[in-house]
Structures are given as C-alpha cells and as structure tokens.
C-alpha cells in the first residue's frame, strides 16, 4: 500500500473537536486508513501539518466555474441586465478551448482555497470535465439547459447534449466526476420541459440541479407565465422527486420551504454573489430549521468574485445573522457543516467529514499568523478568521493537489497566461 501521513497537526473532528492527530491516507484507495496519536502514522510519504488543523476538502455547491474568464468585466449591475447585455454577448463566442482555459483557471482556484469538490453548471461542459479529470478534483457537473428564446429543435438538441454528456461522463475518473441533468432555472425552462427533465434524470438515474427564485423578477415571470411560483412550479414537474438541489433561493415563502423540505430539496446557498447582485437574503435560518438541506457555493466568479470558500462560509454565518436580527444564528459549528458536509450531502458525494474509511478529501489551514493568535477556540477561526490564502496543503481522493501552497495537478503559470489571453481574445470579438 503507498501511503500519505499528514502529520503534527490537528484534526477537526465530525462532531466539531480539534484534537491533536496524524491521518494516515491509504492513497491507492484514496481513503483515510487511521487517524493515529501524534508520531504514530509511519507513511512512506509526508506533509507537515505542524501549527496547522486539517480540515475536510470544502465543497462548493454552485458555480459556473469557466466564468474566471468574465472576472472583473462589468460589474455592479443587476442580474438580468448584466447578464442580458454583458455576459450572455460574450459566452455566446466562447469555444471549448476558451471554457477549458476558463475551467482550468478556477479549478487552480479552487486547489488554492482548499476546495476539492464542486458542482458546475455549463456548457461546452466535455470541456470542463476535461480539466476536472486533469485537476484531480471531484465534481458534479451538467449541462445547462434553456427553452427561453429557443425553437423546438434547439430544446431537443439541449436535452440530447445533457443527456449525452451524463452517458459519458458520469462515475467517470474512477467516481470522482459524477453528472446532474441541470435545467439553467425555472424561470428560463417552461415547465413541459421541466417535467420532460425529470424523467430523463429518472431514467438515467441522476440528480437535478437548478437555480430557482433567485430574484424577485425570478418569481414574477414564473407567476405571470404558469400561475404558481419556482418551486411549486418545479414541485408539479416532478423535478424535486429526484435528488434535486435548488441554488440560491433568495425569495422562498414559507410555502416554497415546506415543499422543499417535504421532498428533501437541498439549497445551494451563494451569499456573495446574491448581495453583489442585489438579489436579497435567503432565509437560510428558516431553512434549516424545517429541516431543509443546505450547502453553501461561490456562484460563478464574475459574479462573486473569487472561489474563496472560506469566505463563503463566513458570509453565510454573517448573512443570516444579519437576516435573523440575532446573533447566534448560524453559529460557526454550523458555517463549516454547511460548507463541507453539507454541499457534499447535496451533490451525492460520500466526502465532507475526517473518519477513518471515509474517503481522504482533506485541507491543511496554517494558523502561523497573527490573526489565529490566541487559540481560543480553532473552529471559530476558521469561520471568521481564515481564507483561502491561509490553504498550506489540498488533498483529493488521497492525491496531493497542493504541497506548501505549490499546486501539482496542474501548472499554475500556464493556466494563468492561458486563461488570461482567452479572457483578452474573448472581450475583444464583442467589443
Ligand atoms: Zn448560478
């Protein structure tokens, strides 16, 4: 067996404890084989993780990860019409060569910050699995399906291209990429083909992901189109009787939260990326009070914008006190659940918890800095304290990703320039 010992650190616990521990990584299986007493891991490979707490991988819930590329371009506008009048122009000319670039860029991203699962919406999604397969992250990804402002033709050729790239993607890099069928969102999918995704998800037997009632405008055009709201709407489809996980819903009635929690319908919960966009607050307190699952994603990154999940997690806490006009909501034991976890609960993967047997998905946070002096308690420090630049060492399915923060999966120079120039190129056709 070739093993991976992380080692003189501590180790966050699944009940919340930082504790002094080695992890002993079974990096055939890509499993932890032991959490040992400190000094008695014997691995034939090591990462110190001395002055340091090992974490699980966090995994981010929602993103459209190839967006790297429109980082920084446009911003400070409403949804509907940033995406209208600066995205959509831009995305339309984009190859696979520039998704993959994009694709690459926030994955490099992700390693940095200690993320090691995410779930991705798209197109040119082949692309983006391609470099998921070369990053050695785990993934959940699909297809973005869209009816709105498309014939007939065009919707049979969205769904042949979602289910296709789930018939060749799925379980595919030995299970660390799964696929979702994944209608863009209520509002832009009528509701025909909404219920025509649910038996394709069941037939295929995948999850469904979809943004929904993430605007008031959302909400409004749904109402005014189908006499009923998102998640009613989704509900009557048969789309939440699949595994299915909504992200964002920022403007969900109390109606909307029992239908979700009455089918197990999980959020993905983006913070920042509904405050940049004015879209409002999710009531994510109430949520989890009924019961509903929660995870927490960056959304893409031109509309965040970073892939910092540390941060995420702690926008989240901040938010729904904020929401809440109480203090102890979302308590920071809760914040890091929901962005490990949790996320990892919403998009089928058995990850998110430090255990022996569990597979070995793993982020080394450096507390050699003055702002985790003293160390009243880790666990907070980590909600409110770090972020990604913190990250020392990433670990994927038992395969170092990153080692005292040089990336190994992939080479960080040329993804930079690579995605760069796409970025220049891309701008420049719809200037
Ligand atoms: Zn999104």
């Given at each position: ?144 399906i869209l009816t709105l402002g ?33 209608p863009h969102a209520v509002r832009t999918v009528d ?20 943004h ?220």
């Amino acid at each position: 067996m070739s093993s991976l010992g992380i080692v003189g650190g501590t180790v966050l616990t699944p009940d919340g404890r930082v504790e002094s521990a080695d992890i002993l990584i079974d990096t055939d299986a890509g499993i932890i084989e032991a959490i040992t007493e400190p000094g008695a891991a014997g691995a034939t490979t090591s990462l110190d993780a001395s002055d340091a707490v090992i974490i699980p991988g966090l995994v981010n819930a929602h993103t459209h990860v190839a967006m790297a590329l429109l980082r920084g371009h446009a911003d400070d506008k409403e949804l509907h019409a940033w995406l209208e009048e600066d995205i959509f122009p831009v995305e339309a000319t984009f190859t696979a060569g520039d998704v993959e670039a994009g694709a690459q860029l926030g994955m490099l991203e992700m390693i940095k910050g200690g993320t090691t699962t995410f779930c991705d919406m798209y197109f040119h999604e082949g692309a983006i699995a391609d470099a998921a397969v070369e990053s050695g992250l785990r993934c959940l990804l699909g297809h973005g399906i869209l009816t709105l402002g498309k014939d007939e033709a065009g919707i049979v050729d969205d769904l042949e291209t979602a289910s296709s790239f789930v018939s060749a993607y799925h379980g595919s890099a030995d299970g660390r990429i799964a696929a979702a069928l994944m209608p863009h969102a209520v509002r832009t999918v009528d509701s025909a083909t909404l219920t025509e995704v649910a038996a394709i998800a069941t037939d295929l037997d995948v999850p469904i992901h979809l943004h929904c009632s993430e605007t008031t405008g959302d909400v409004e055009a749904v109402l005014e189109r189908d006499g009923d709201r998102p998640a009613a709407v989704a509900s009557a489809a048969g789309v939440f009787d699949r595994d299915a996980f909504i992200a964002h819903g920022v403007h969900l009635d109390e109606d909307d939260l029992d239908v979700l929690a009455a089918t197990g319908t999980g959020i993905a919960h983006c913070p920042t990326a509904n405050l940049k966009l004015a879209s409002g607050i999710a009531p994510i307190a109430d949520a989890l009070d009924r019961g509903v699952p929660v995870g927490i994603g960056t959304d893409g990154p031109a509309s965040n914008n970073d892939l910092d999940m540390l941060e995420e997690v702690r926008q989240a806490a901040l938010l729904a006190k904020a929401e809440q006009q109480d203090a102890s909501a979302l308590p920071a034991p809760t914040a890091i659940e929901l962005g490990t976890v949790g996320g990892a609960s919403l998009l089928g993967f058995d990850v998110g918890r430090i255990e022996v047997g569990a597979p070995a998905d793993l982020a080394v946070i450096d507390l050699n800095a003055p702002k985790f002096t003293p160390r009243h308690d880790i666990l907070s420090h980590l909600v409110y304290v770090a972020n990604s630049g913190d990250v020392r060492h990433t670990i994927c399915d038992g395969q170092i990703l990153m080692r005292d923060r040089e990336v190994l999966s992939l080479d960080e120079t040329k993804v930079r320039e690579t995605a760069a120039e796409a970025a220049v190129q891309a701008i420049g056709r719809v200037a």
